[in-house]
């Protein structure tokens, strides 16, 4: 078998690029919208009755993105939100893997409509085994380490108060520009491909575009993580530029991971393992697969899930269980300002979120079989 490296490289630099799109624009419309209703949220939760947190916090983790964890973790710091809807929150979020699913599929047999099913499953049995966890949890008054005894004061980082040199500005200005650019061109494309439809004078110049996507997302990405300072979420943010800033490194992020997740996906199945070979062997261990995403979720940060995501919309007979006990394994970036504040809590919530994934996951699988 003839292996073409770049006409691999190529295909799944487009392949980034097309679930991009949707990514950019899914995530972009959530991060304004948050930006502007955040301080409203904030003051509902606070009058609210303590039974009703884990509510709170279920619905605050169902906001595709991490935005909303990073809310109940904040929440929960200042002594807003009971330990039951931190926990909700946490076992309720898909973090940015959500905004994968909402994307397109590689495979030209699975419709998007089965990406958004998906979707709406995961986030429904997030929703319902946090409510029901956060509830016994604040039944049994559990408080995990004693929080408020532990803490350290840790300033948000702020991107508009920050002092820039000039390649972090420049960078920046590209960055945000070319990125918000080809969202704009891909915007009517994605749209338009939910209801199963395209712009046929336009698909070589989408072809194109969505390689550029990709291209310069990693290439964005890269340098931001690994030359500047680096990918910091912050809890407030001044004005709508920030907002969009921000927006622009978690798109870029996620393109980066998809990209990673379908050069390993396509390689091992269709490359070193054979597709027939790897569908054989997925039908007989779903039972293993289910417990590798749940490890593979629990990973501090988005990582896990999304690459959880990308297998999902990536290989055919993917167990949806699996995808379960990702997502409620998963705490998305929300966990970072936990860890900085108290370690052994955030390892508590990890290992608890861990421990029920396993149990649903296969309670999903039972169902799914």
């Given at each position: 078998?003839?292996?073409?490296?770049?006409?691999?490289?190529?295909?799944?630099?487009?392949?980034?690029?097309?679930?991009?799109?949707?990514?950019?624009?899914?995530?972009?419309?959530?991060?304004?919208?948050?930006?502007?209703?955040?301080?409203?949220?904030?003051?509902?939760?606070?009058?609210?009755?303590?039974?009703?947190?884990?509510?709170?916090?279920?619905?605050l983790g169902a906001i595709p993105g991490c935005g909303g964890t990073i809310a109940a973790s904040m929440l929960y710091k200042n002594e807003n939100l009971s330990f039951g809807g931190l926990l909700a929150a946490f076992i309720t979020t898909l973090g940015e893997g959500s905004f994968v699913l909402l994307g397109a599929s590689t495979e030209p047999s699975v419709p998007i409509d089965a990406n958004l099913k998906a979707f709406a499953i995961v986030n429904i049995v997030g929703i319902c085994v946090g409510i029901l966890v956060g509830s016994i949890s604040d039944a049994l008054k559990l408080k995990g380490f004693n929080y408020g005894l532990h803490t350290k004061e840790v300033e948000p980082a702020n991107i508009s108060s920050q002092s820039h040199s000039r390649f972090e500005n420049i960078i920046e200005q590209v960055g945000l520009y070319l990125i918000l650019g080809i969202t704009l061109f891909l915007a009517p494309g994605s749209i338009m491909a939910l209801w199963g439809g395209e712009i046929a004078s336009i698909e070589e110049v989408t072809v194109i575009m969505c390689l550029v996507m990709t291209v310069a997302s990693i290439i964005y990405y890269g340098i931001q993580t690994f030359i500047l300072d680096g990918h910091c979420h912050s809890d407030s943010h001044q004005d709508i530029r920030s907002v969009l800033v921000e927006s622009v490194m978690d798109i870029t992020m996620v393109i980066s991971y998809v990209f990673v997740g379908l050069v390993v996906a396509n390689f091992v199945i269709d490359i070193l393992v054979g597709e027939e070979q790897f569908m054989s062997w997925m039908n007989e261990s779903a039972m293993v697969v289910v417990v590798l995403a749940a490890l593979i979720g629990v990973t501090p940060g988005c990582g896990g899930m999304i690459a959880v995501a990308v297998a999902y919309v990536t290989i055919p007979n993917f167990p949806i269980a699996a995808l379960i006990s990702a997502g409620i394994a998963t705490s998305g970036d929300g966990i970072f300002p936990l860890l900085a504040n108290n370690k052994k809590e955030a390892l508590t919530i990890s290992g608890l979120s861990l421990a029920i994934a396993l149990i649903v996951g296969y309670g999903a699988l039972l169902i799914e079989m």
């Open positions: 078998m003839n292996f073409d490296l770049l006409s691999f490289l190529f295909d799944n630099l487009v392949a980034s690029g097309v679930i991009g799109g949707y990514v950019a624009i899914s995530l972009i419309v959530v991060n304004v919208l948050t930006h502007f209703y955040k301080d409203r949220l904030s003051k509902r939760v606070q009058s609210a009755p303590n039974g009703s947190h884990p509510i709170i916090g279920a619905l």
